[in-house]
């Protein structure tokens, strides 16, 4: 219910006051402001409140005087008839009546007991007015006279007063005046007036709102789309700064000189492509191109400036929408990124231990491979298996056998470098590509994982206590004959196998003469 009602309030439109009805209203003003003042300087309407005290008391030493002399004959007749006729002239008296020293009265008229209001101090007010009676022995009575109210009220007094009268009238009368000659005269002084009525025409035909300002950023022409954007009146347009209008002043928080119509001006030259916003009154707000252009006098001083507001709202939204699709896209083509690295992941690591399967490990050899052979770099494949695997998984189960598996791998992969390739080739065993290191490198980076196998696989496995992992390293180079990179994995399978034969937990580098005889099933040992 209170936000319909405060709807209603906002859509109601005060109207538009015309130039020459503001121009009356000053001009009243500061003609009664003069006045005010030289009243107050030198007294310009004479005080009504004394001049009525004044009238007053003549009227009631008059009657005092008439009172005095009737009263002393013994004809109390003759006293009604004389104060009647007295004050059958005088319709601001209310009450009169004669009151002896002691309190009594002698004589009254008009229904004194009721609007007699003793004054203060025993003197007299504006209403109410006392006189002293005396004869050759002294005073001997008192006039009472009880006069009309000369205002009933604070509004009624104030209106009475002669400067309020005047005011009142000259602001009414004053205001009108002006208003009608204002009008007149403003007719023939309109800066729009120079503008043909076909430049007019021409300039409301255009969908683009466009303002004719003057060196001031006055506006002396707003064309009908402008009017329309900014809802109000084109009269009421007429002479304000543009940088002044409610729908404009938002645009710059700077002084008015920041405007880009005033800097056009200012640097005489034209200022184009500026995006600023429009906010119309309790309308939607509208995405403007504003496009200024100075109008230069023949010493190519600015005399004006055309200012033109390109409406670019529906292709703002289509840009937004525009953006909001490809933030979307953008935010998919992220997402299946994302998938299709999981998916990868999936496809080429396993599952267990996070090491390459065999089918990516060869994928990736060979490129290793053929680089070496270009480059002429040294190329080695290590081979590793878990000595006595198959005992963990008969002792302690499978659970603890691949826990043993990814401990293992852990400390393999955590003594590598990110160019090395890692493989759970089958089973137990792991194959490791080391491209670019020498033979004598290559045995020490095999030495240190048989150390950190030995040292931290076992403690690795939480789920059992004081576990020996071991495991026995095979190492073989590279040389020309090898076509393959599956030939450079049997060599260093050869020599894992005489590792095992002699021992296991340690490295064994193939030589010439070390045969493959015999060597299916050590991977159970």
């Not at 439109?13 to 030289?38: C, D, F, H, K, W």
């Not at 005087?65 to 007749?77: F, G, H, K, Y």
Request: contains cysteine; hydrophobic residues 45%.
């Amino acid at each position: 219910m209170t936000s319909t009602v405060l709807s209603q309030v906002r859509s109601l439109r005060l109207p538009q006051l015309s130039p020459a009805t503001r121009i009356a209203a000053g001009l009243i003003a500061l003609i009664i402001s003069s006045m005010l003042l030289i009243d107050i300087g030198v007294g310009l309407v004479p005080d009504s409140q004394a001049a009525l005290q004044q009238a007053r008391k003549r009227s009631a030493e008059n009657l005092g005087i008439l009172v005095a002399e009737l009263a002393v004959s013994p004809d109390r007749t003759a006293l009604a008839r004389g104060v009647s006729a007295a004050l059958a002239r005088r319709d601001d008296i209310r009450s009169l009546a004669l009151r002896r020293a002691d309190g009594e009265i002698l004589f009254q008229n008009g229904e004194h007991v009721r609007h007699w209001v003793p004054p203060p101090s025993g003197g007299s007010t504006l209403d109410h007015m006392r006189l002293s009676l005396r004869d050759a022995d002294g005073p001997w009575a008192d006039l009472e006279i009880s006069f009309v109210p000369a205002h009933s009220g604070a509004v009624q007094r104030f209106f009475a007063d002669p400067l309020v009268r005047l005011l009142c009238a000259l602001g009414i009368g004053g205001f009108v005046l002006f208003a009608l000659y204002l009008r007149r005269v403003l007719s023939y002084l309109d800066p729009s007036a120079v503008i043909p009525d076909r430049v007019r025409a021409a300039f409301d035909a255009f969908s683009e709102g466009v303002l004719v300002l003057d060196t001031k950023g006055r506006i002396m022409l707003a064309n009908r789309a402008f009017v329309d954007w900014v809802g109000e009146a084109a009269e009421a347009l007429q002479g304000r700064a543009a940088h002044d209008l409610r729908s404009l002043r938002h645009m710059h928080k700077g002084t008015p000189q920041d405007f880009p119509w005033m800097q056009a001006m200012a640097h005489t030259r034209s200022l184009t492509g500026d995006m600023m916003e429009l906010r119309p009154a309790e309308r939607d707000a509208r995405k403007v191109v504003v496009n200024c252009a100075p109008i230069a006098d023949g010493r190519k001083g600015a005399r004006g400036c055309i200012v033109t507001f390109d409406d670019v709202s529906a292709l703002e939204q289509v840009n937004q929408s525009l953006l909001q699709a490809l933030g979307d896209l953008e935010a998919s083509r992220a997402q299946i990124e994302l998938q299709n690295a999981e998916l990868k992941k999936l496809a080429t690591r396993d599952p267990l231990t996070g090491c390459l399967n065999r089918r990516a490990f060869f994928e990736a050899a060979a490129a290793l491979l053929e680089e070496s052979r270009t480059k002429g770099a040294p190329l080695h494949c290590i081979m590793t298996d878990i000595d006595h695997f198959k005992s963990f998984n008969d002792r302690y189960g499978h659970a603890v056998g691949d826990q043993v598996l990814q401990s293992v791998s852990k400390q393999l992969s955590a003594g590598l470098r990110e160019t090395d390739l890692l493989c759970r080739y089958g089973g137990e065993e792991f194959c490791i590509f080391l491209p670019g290191t020498s033979t004598e490198v290559a045995m020490t980076i095999a030495e240190r994982l048989r150390v950190d196998v030995e040292s931290q696989a076992g403690p690795g496995v939480r789920s059992e206590h004081a576990l020996k992992v071991t495991s026995s390293f095979g190492l073989a180079l590279l040389v020309p004959e090898l076509q393959a990179p599956g030939d450079l994995v049997d060599r260093a399978d050869i020599a894992l196998y005489q590792a095992k034969r002699t021992g296991r937990n340690r490295v064994v580098l193939w030589q010439p003469g070390l045969e493959p005889e015999n060597k299916g099933g050590s991977a159970g040992h």
